[in-house]
């Protein structure tokens, strides 16, 4: 099993879309897919109760329950974590736990900056291995979504 958590600390932007689509595509690949919800809003959440997720969904409240993600779905070929709009315990649990961190963001000059803070700081805390990945989606707008490496 792998653990892929899209984290952002700002509200707004694109996780839980990011990861409806995302978990959505590979579960149709095929794939056995649990989505973890982080959110304190709950979003994903809510938007599966109507029927048409292709995967299961979990929510996670407590930092216990995302280290608990390892164990308690280890029947799943990946576990999609949806990561709150915050830092907090739960936001670096899921760091924790995860193969690979996914941040989606809007492209601007401001929020790569913030970006590269955010690596630095995962840098000091010697994980910024699992960062794979930066997904920049683009703005409401007729802008291409770019992938940067």
């Known amino acids: 099993m792998k653990v892929i958590s899209?984290?952002?600390?700002?509200?707004g932007s694109g996780k839980t879309t990011a990861v409806i689509n995302v978990s959505t595509a590979m579960a149709r690949a095929g794939y056995n897919i649990a989505?973890?919800?982080?959110?304190?809003?709950?979003?994903?959440t809510t938007w599966s109760k109507s029927g048409k997720a292709a995967f299961d969904v979990f929510t996670a409240a407590s930092e216990k329950d995302v280290y608990g993600?390892?164990?308690?779905?280890?029947?799943?070929?990946f576990?999609?974590?949806?990561?709150?709009?915050?830092?907090?315990?739960?936001?670096?649990?899921?760091?924790?736990?995860?193969?690979l961190v996914?941040?989606?963001?809007?492209?601007?000059?401001?929020i790569f900056l913030q970006q590269e803070a955010l690596s630095l700081s995962l840098k000091r805390r010697h994980i910024a291995g699992k960062l794979k990945?930066?997904?920049?989606?683009p703005e409401k707008s007729n802008r291409q979504p770019c992938l940067v490496f």
Request: aromatic share 4%; net charge negative.
């Open 6 to 11: 899209f984290l952002n600390p700002k509200g």
């Open 35 to 44: 989505v973890v919800d982080t959110d304190p809003q709950m979003s994903l």
């Open 69 to 77: 993600i390892r164990k308690d779905l280890t029947e799943y070929d």
């Open 79 to 99: 576990v999609i974590v949806d990561g709150a709009g915050s830092l907090s315990v739960i936001t670096s649990a899921a760091v924790m736990v995860s193969d």
């Open 102 to 110: 996914i941040i989606p963001v809007t492209p601007s000059r401001l």
């Open 133 to 137: 990945l930066v997904f920049s989606l």
